[in-house]
């Protein structure tokens, strides 16, 4: 059973345009949602988190919204760039429960020029 | 932002044969973590370890599998014998803590094993 769930797979849109990438979690004790983003053969790296205290955060282009009623979570990129392609990873764990993050399958975005 | 290095890049080996898999976390992190990642699918967990301890371990988490970072070298992975099922890329990362903002994972670029 997949505790954390992300759609859609793929995603393509245009330079300039805003995508959505959307994730779901199971389990209620998740208080910290990291999303990540991996280039093809490189690190994944951390872009940018939330954490349940508020139901938004914002860096620059990359947003996060989040419905702790629904167990629901978004990433919005706004004015998407060529340079944003890559597969984005929803990320969930419990700071007082088990130590470890619980990765989504991911988010294949491609920003055509 | 900070590095974790990881050493080799890729490795190919004999199945059966024993495979150690090196990691030099941030240099003042606590917490060092394996994760493993199938060609196209999501990271898993592996197993985390702190203060020379291994704290928690799925069941991907093999008896085949151990951990140690013997005098706050390398963290290791070693597989002892691999199996085919192994080949993957197995990713390094470290947090300097578990709660509040110190607990951001950063991960290594990874370990390209594949046996044969």
């Known amino acids: 059973q997949q505790q954390v769930r992300q759609s859609p797979q793929s995603l393509t849109v245009w330079e300039g345009e805003t995508a959505i990438l959307n994730c779901s979690y199971e389990d209620s004790t998740f208080d910290y949602f990291p999303w990540y983003w991996q280039f093809p053969r490189e690190s994944p790296a951390l872009l940018i988190a939330?954490?349940?205290?508020?139901n938004k955060k914002e860096d620059g282009r990359f947003t996060i919204f989040f419905n702790k009623r629904e167990k629901k979570l978004s990433l919005h990129i706004t004015d998407s760039q060529p340079g944003d392609s890559a597969t984005y990873f929803c990320?969930?764990?419990?700071?007082?429960?088990?130590?470890?993050?619980?990765f989504g399958s991911g988010t294949q975005l491609t920003v055509m020029p | 932002g900070p590095k974790v290095l990881q050493i080799p890049s890729h490795q190919i080996i004999d199945m059966g044969q024993m495979v150690t898999l090196n990691c030099d976390p941030v240099?003042?992190?606590?917490?060092f973590y394996w994760y493993k990642q199938i060609l196209g699918q999501q990271m898993e967990f592996l197993v985390n370890f702190y203060n020379g301890k291994v704290m928690e371990k799925s069941k991907l988490f093999k008896d085949q599998f151990s951990v140690e970072r013997p005098d706050g070298s390398y963290f290791t992975l070693k597989i002892q014998p691999t199996a085919l099922e192994d080949s993957a890329v197995y990713f390094c990362?470290?947090?300097?803590?578990?709660?509040?903002?110190?607990?951001?994972?950063?991960f290594g670029p990874g370990t390209r094993l594949l046996v044969l």
């Open positions: 990320a969930a764990s419990a700071s007082s429960g088990s130590w470890q993050l619980i």
């Open positions: 990362a470290s947090s300097l803590g578990r709660t509040g903002n110190q607990d951001t994972q950063y």
């Open positions: 240099s003042n992190h606590l917490y």
């Open positions: 939330i954490r349940p205290v508020s």
